[in-house]
């Protein structure tokens, strides 16, 4: 004979809710959930149990995406990386954009996410799914088109100020062409264009009407002549085709990151702001001056507190200092470089910043670059007193890191704490915008760690603290 159960109501609750802890949590939680999810994903949800099948309802966001993207896709190389053959695209894209353009919603719309091939069939769908999101008061607008195609972003639909809501729109390798006197775009604060099929009349049109921009990420577009964003605190530039010389007078600019040709110092107006500068100069033919680029580097930012510099290693680094940031606090170095050349050289960055307190290295060997072991290097006996912290990532224990480390002890006697890190340096805030950096580096079995201890204080006194991720 069963014998009936005396176990606490309460107990039974506890026990069936460590089975099914979802279910315990609040509504907006368990939405605030499925708007990270793709929306086939959180629409499907809805089957699970009574408790979520109307919470797909209240979703802010929707992500649709024709191909199947491979988790760690890079929005700036998606169109070389996203060659999708038909048994790798979603077959219901379309009845996707259909369904989505038909809903009737209660609440405001805030993200709308579309990755599609820009075929006639998909723009029409998805014009149509973009005007609803515009009645529905959508926020943020992002969009990539994975093919070689002239598909044109329908601004007309935010004529007349319809949806003043709009306050981030980022498109990739599409079209955008609005008329002179356009107006749709005022409430942007946040807009990025990224291997667009636009003029440079187009993307000055563009800019003209966007007073309000806090963001600002162009890549691969024609740089314009003049740029005059008053309320701009954050700007990418890379790989930006200049067409003569041009001006930046953004006054409230906070953060810099620039890929491209060397720029003079006129061209950044009113930067008084400038908190953080990532520079890497391409199609330099004479790395041989690469002194003199970093005096041209302290010309155009003086204030600047947090510098990153990629560099590959230059054949002369003349016996001088070669800059002074008086205000730099942190300095970041991505050095390309051959595995046999030593990294001595990399003092002149101390030089050149008597009062930064904190460096960070990254080095990438590439065996095919020309060696450069016969570096000019002038090692005077210089004390830096204000160096506090180093981090040395990539960090195998090659005899070149070693001996710049050595070099570091020696010469900083206020440092406080040198790390040594295996992986890469990552930068970058959103990781969608910048590609990977470390293809075809050298692999190097890393070295002991006592076997570093033993080389890194030998001859030398420290009382910084040593520490190894």
């Not at 309802?57 to 993207?69: K, M, T, V, Y």
């Not at 506090?388 to 195998?396: A, H, L, P």
Request: charged share 20%; with cysteine; hydrophobic share 40%.
């Amino acid at each position: 004979m069963v014998q009936p159960s005396h176990e606490p109501s309460s107990c039974k609750m506890r026990r069936r809710c460590d089975c099914d802890w979802m279910s315990g949590l609040p509504d907006e939680i368990m939405v605030s959930i499925l708007d990270k999810l793709d929306s086939k994903t959180a629409v499907s949800t809805s089957i699970l149990s009574r408790r979520w099948r109307h919470l797909w309802r209240f979703l802010q966001s929707f992500h649709f995406s024709e191909p199947i993207l491979p988790d760690s896709y890079c929005r700036v190389r998606i169109e070389q990386m996203v060659r999708c053959s038909n048994e790798n695209r979603n077959q219901h894209f379309v009845e996707s954009m259909g369904w989505f353009a038909g809903l009737k919603r209660e609440t405001l719309l805030r993200r709308l996410y579309l990755v599609f091939s820009g075929s006639t069939e998909c723009a029409d769908v998805v014009n149509s799914a973009i005007a609803s999101a515009v009645e529905h008061g959508i926020e943020e607008i992002d969009m990539a088109v994975i093919e070689n195609t002239m598909y044109e972003f329908p601004w007309w639909l935010f004529t007349g100020g319809s949806n003043p809501s709009l306050t981030s729109l980022c498109l990739s390798f599409c079209k955008l062409s609005v008329p002179l006197k356009f107006g749709g775009f005022s409430s942007l604060t946040k807009l990025a264009l990224i291997h667009m099929h636009m003029s440079l009349k187009e993307t000055q049109l563009v800019l003209r009407c966007c007073r309000n921009l806090v963001t600002l990420h162009l890549i691969d577009v024609l740089a314009i002549r003049i740029m005059q964003l008053p309320k701009l605190k954050q700007l990418i530039l890379l790989w930006s085709l200049r067409l003569g010389e041009y001006r930046i007078d953004t006054p409230a600019l906070q953060r810099l990151e620039y890929c491209g040709e060397m720029l003079l110092a006129s061209t950044f107006q009113s930067m008084s702001s400038l908190e953080h500068v990532s520079l890497q100069y391409m199609f330099d033919e004479y790395r041989e001056c690469h002194a003199e680029k970093l005096e041209n580097i302290s010309t155009c930012f003086p204030y600047v507190r947090s510098l990153l510099l990629w560099y590959e290693i230059p054949k002369v680094v003349k016996p001088r200092t070669p800059a002074v940031f008086l205000s730099l606090k942190v300095l970041t170095l991505k050095i390309t470089t051959k595995p046999s050349d030593d990294l001595l050289w990399m003092a002149m960055f101390l030089n050149a910043a008597p009062y930064m307190e904190t460096l960070r290295t990254t080095i990438r060997y590439l065996s095919h670059l020309d060696s450069h072991n016969g570096v000019v290097w002038d090692d005077v006996d210089f004390q830096h007193d204000s160096l506090k912290n180093v981090e040395m990532y990539n960090f195998m224990g090659r005899d070149n890191e070693i001996g710049l480390a050595r070099l570091l002890l020696y010469r900083a006697p206020n440092l406080r704490c040198i790390s040594f890190n295996q992986a890469p340096l990552e930068e970058g805030d959103d990781h969608q915008l910048v590609p990977l950096t470390w293809p075809g580096a050298e692999t190097f079995v890393p070295r002991d760690s006592q076997f570093v201890l033993s080389k890194l204080f030998e001859n030398v006194s420290s009382s910084a603290c040593v520490v190894f991720i």
